[in-house]
């Protein structure tokens, strides 16, 4: 008996677009996010060694010796990163110490290596609820992050290291909304259905969706424009119309790949947009579409080996 591999999603792909009250459009005067956030102190800011990535990576004039520094300062970051260099991922080259390791992978990969393990850090406790588990949504994460990152190599629209970035945080509200918000949170599990969107389905139970929450914590963080614009609109990329478009329409279409085959975020697959306009924005055809489709196992296989919520522990 044959067997029949999965056809790509057709470039008139379909998902569920949001359809969020205007109003909530700006987080900053939604004072029902500014409460929660003042109660998370556990996320008011970033660890120490996460900012002064951020500020090292900000600043013309600091350079790999800076960045050596602030890896040395956190033992669990350093072994991260020393992993991470002598990993198959990025080829032959031997890292034999962590100077060498640091110059390997440069800025923005020790950046995100230090917001993977802390984002990590949230989902060392296995919970669920219903449909919904925080292994899955980790899993989808890490695979966003993956695949946003391959469509960015491929289309040359923005840089690859940023759209890992973005795809990986993309989600960082229904992190939140679980971890300290998490009755509501098990009520809009419950209300949700393969029909309605979850954003829709949130401004109702919530007053405000995940997408929102996620734009006012990365504005917080720091996280930088391209990122917190992809947290934003990655459910609805046509609202998009800043100089950010170009990162929201490849995690968009990360997400898209990975609902598709399975590995979403809350357990159903009911995220939906039109594609069509996203790959060609990027300049991607229907041997793109093809190709991506036909690496993607390998692509999300790679992204678990070398990432979970353990690593770097």
Same mark, same amino acid.
């Given at each position: ?15 569920? =677009?949001?359809?969020?009250?205007p ?6 005067v939604?004072?029902? $996010?500014?409460?929660?956030f ?14 002064? $990535?951020?500020e090292?990576?900000d600043?013309?004039? &600091?350079?790999?010796?800076?960045? @050596?520094?602030v890896?040395e ?9 020393m992993r991470t260099?002598?990993?198959s ?13 640091? &110059?390997?992978?440069?800025f923005?990969e ?5 917001f993977?393990?802390?984002v ?17 949504l ?13 469509i960015?190599?491929m289309s ?8 890992? @970035? !973005?795809?990986?945080?993309h ?13 509501p949170?098990?009520?809009?599990i419950?209300? #949700? ?9 949130? *401004? ?17 963080w720091? @996280?930088?424009?391209p990122?917190?614009a992809?947290l ?9 119309d ?5 990162m ?5 279409? *990360? ?7 399975g590995?979403?975020?809350?357990? !159903? ?8 306009? @996203?790959?060609?924005? #990027?300049?991607?055809?229907?041997? =793109? ?6 690496k993607?196992?390998? $692509? ?14």
């Amino acid at each position: 008996m044959s067997t029949r591999t999965a056809d790509p999603p057709p470039v008139d792909a379909r998902l569920h =677009q949001p359809s969020v009250d205007p109003r909530l459009r700006q987080p900053s005067v939604n004072p029902l $996010i500014q409460r929660l956030f003042a109660t998370i102190t556990e996320v008011s800011s970033l660890p120490t060694v996460a900012l002064r $990535i951020i500020e090292v990576a900000d600043d013309p004039c &600091t350079d790999a010796t800076d960045l @050596l520094e602030v890896v040395e300062s956190d033992v669990a970051l350093a072994a991260r990163v020393m992993r991470t260099a002598n990993s198959s991922y990025f080829g032959s080259h031997e890292a034999v110490d962590l100077q060498r390791a640091v &110059t390997l992978l440069g800025f923005q990969e020790v950046r995100n290596l230090a917001f993977s393990a802390h984002v990590a850090g949230l989902f060392r406790e296995s919970s669920g609820y219903k449909s919904y588990h925080r292994h899955d949504l980790w899993n989808h994460l890490v695979g966003v992050g993956a695949v946003a990152r391959h469509i960015a190599r491929m289309s040359e629209a923005v840089a690859p290291q940023e759209a890992y @970035l !973005a795809g990986l945080l993309h989600d960082l509200g229904l992190i939140l909304l679980d971890q300290y918000l998490h009755k509501p949170f098990c009520r809009v599990i419950d209300t #949700l259905t393969e029909e309605t969107p979850v954003c829709e389905v949130e *401004a109702e139970v919530l007053g405000f969706d995940h997408t929102v929450f996620g734009q006012f914590v990365g504005q917080k963080w720091r @996280l930088g424009d391209p990122v917190t614009a992809a947290l934003r609109y990655h459910h609805a990329p046509g609202d998009c119309d800043g100089p950010h478009r170009e990162m929201v329409y490849v995690v968009a279409l *990360a997400n898209l790949f990975c609902h598709i085959k399975g590995r979403t975020s809350l357990g !159903a697959r009911q995220v939906q947009l039109r594609a069509a306009p @996203l790959f060609a924005a #990027l300049g991607l055809g229907k041997p =793109q579409v093809e190709s991506t489709w036909e690496k993607l196992d390998a $692509i999300l296989a790679a992204a678990d080996a070398a990432d979970g919520p353990s690593a770097g522990s």
